[in-house]
């Protein structure tokens, strides 16, 4: 069970080049959530996912996109990067139900530059 | 807009004393909070949450408290430990889908 999985682990771009930074997770859990996490910040919600072919913005949407084919895949796509999406990426799940317990993946470093 | 906000970001304890983070919250409609560790290069761990309707909650050496009058939140670890050491975060769940969450304290604890 090797729970909340993210690749890759660091990746450096340029400005204006594209990448899909993946999850997976074996949990079975409907709920599936992006995070960005700036130097010395909290963790800002970029989209969720509710089950599959069911997303949604979070608080920072702007250039990222997401898909949610399946239950186990949740990728993040960056079409146009720029310096201000040099972050850490967090990819989450949650079961459906009374709980609201996050289960976290261990990050992308992503670099713009 | 209404945000989750801390008052320390950073605190720093000597092993074994007592420690205690806190968080502020603006949103009188979340119920629903909960405390994480994050250790360095690593994603958030859950420690501990709380329903609106509770003032206190225990787990093992942890203590969360909530004020719902002031809107406060706070973490309480016995007997803190070098394994404490990390970033702790607040996150609350307003009505909606998504928790929030605040910009974390850093967490010291000094042999």
């Known amino acids: 069970n090797a729970g909340v999985t993210q690749t890759p682990k660091f990746r450096i771009l340029k400005i204006g080049q594209s990448m899909t930074l993946q999850c997976t997770q074996d949990?079975?859990?409907?709920?599936m959530y992006w995070y960005r996490q700036d130097p010395g910040m909290g963790l800002k919600l970029i989209y969720y996912?509710?089950?599959?072919?069911?997303?949604d913005k979070g608080e920072v949407p702007n250039g990222y996109n997401v898909s949610r084919s399946t239950t186990e895949d949740f990728p993040l796509r960056l079409e146009l990067a720029a310096p201000s999406q040099t972050s850490v990426y967090f990819c989450a799940t949650r079961d459906q139900g009374a709980s609201y317990e996050q289960y976290f993946g261990p990050g992308t470093r992503l670099t713009v530059t | 807009g209404e945000s989750v906000g801390l008052h320390l970001p950073t605190l720093s304890v000597q092993e074994g004393d007592n420690s205690i983070i806190n968080c502020a919250y603006s949103?009188?409609?979340?119920?629903?909070f909960i405390w994480y560790k994050q250790e360095s290069g690593k994603g958030p761990q859950f420690i501990i949450d709380i329903r609106s309707n509770m003032d206190k909650r225990q787990g093992q050496r942890v203590t969360v408290l909530l004020n719902k009058t002031v809107k406060h939140l706070s973490l309480q670890i016995a007997a803190t430990q070098p394994g404490d050491s990390a970033v702790y975060f607040c996150a609350e769940n307003p009505p909606s889908n998504d928790m929030r969450f605040g910009a974390g304290t850093r967490l010291t604890v000094k042999p």
């Open positions: 996912s509710v089950g599959a072919g069911i997303t």
């Open positions: 949103n009188s409609a979340s119920d629903y």
């Open positions: 949990m079975n859990h409907n709920y």
